[in-house]
C-alpha cells in the first residue's frame, strides 16, 4: 500500500500532459521538444520513485516495536549491562541524534552544552547502569530537552524513533537495524 500513496495522481497528470502537449501541438520541431520535455518528467518521475522505494518504512517498523513502546518488552527484558560492542552502537546512535538537533534547530552555544550533557549524561549510563534503566534515563533526557524548549514534541517523538530504530536490536526487538539512506 505504502508503495501506491499518490502513483496514480503523478501518473495521470504526466500521461495528460504528454498527451496534451502533442495535441497542442503542430509543427514537428515543437512536437519532439514536447516529447522531449515529456521524456525528463517520466525520468524524474522515475528516478524519484526508486528514491522513495528506497527508504524504510519507519511506520511499519514501529508498528512490529510496539511492545517495546508500551511496555511489554520491559517485562521480560533482562536489566544486563551492554557489551562494549553495545555502548559503542548507543555512542554511535547519540551522535546521529546530537547531529540531527543541531541541524533542525537553531541552538545557541549555551543550548548546545545543555544537550551535550544530556546526551553524554545517556552515554555514560550506558556504561554503568542496565538496559531497563538506561531506556529510562534516555528517555528521562529526551523529555527533559523538549521541557527546557531545546526540541519541539515532533523532535523528540523523532529522536525516540531514532533510537528505537537504531537500537531496539540491543533490548532483543529485531536484528541489527539496516543503513538507513543520508537524508
Do not use: C
Not at 541524534?97 to 553524554?120: N, V
Not at 531506556?135 to 523523532?158: E, K, R, W, Y
Amino acid at each position: 500500500m505504502r508503495s501506491q500513496v499518490g502513483k496514480a495522481k503523478i501518473e495521470a497528470r504526466l500521461f495528460v500532459f504528454g498527451k496534451m502537449d502533442l495535441i497542442r501541438s503542430k509543427p514537428w520541431h515543437q512536437v519532439l521538444a514536447r516529447i522531449r520535455k515529456w521524456v525528463r518528467k517520466v525520468a524524474d518521475f522515475v528516478h524519484r520513485t526508486e528514491e522513495y522505494e528506497e527508504i524504510p518504512d519507519l511506520w511499519e517498523q514501529l508498528s512490529r516495536s510496539w511492545e517495546f513502546l508500551d511496555g511489554q518488552a520491559e517485562e521480560t527484558l533482562d536489566n544486563t549491562p551492554f557489551t562494549t560492542d553495545e555502548g559503542t552502537a548507543i555512542s554511535a546512535q547519540l551522535k546521529q541524534i546530537r547531529e540531527y538537533i543541531t541541524t533542525t534547530h537553531e541552538l545557541t552555544a549555551e543550548q548546545i552544552s545543555h544537550l551535550d550533557a544530556r546526551l553524554e549524561h545517556a552515554e555514560e549510563a550506558s556504561k554503568r547502569i542496565g538496559r531497563k534503566d538506561w531506556l529510562m534515563a534516555f528517555n528521562g533526557a529526551v523529555f527533559s530537552l523538549m521541557l527546557a524548549d531545546l526540541i519541539t514534541p515532533d523532535t523528540a517523538q523523532h529522536v525516540i524513533l531514532m533510537a528505537l530504530h537504531g537500537l531496539s536490536h540491543l533490548f532483543g526487538i529485531g536484528g541489527p537495524p539496516p543503513h538507513l539512506p543520508p537524508g
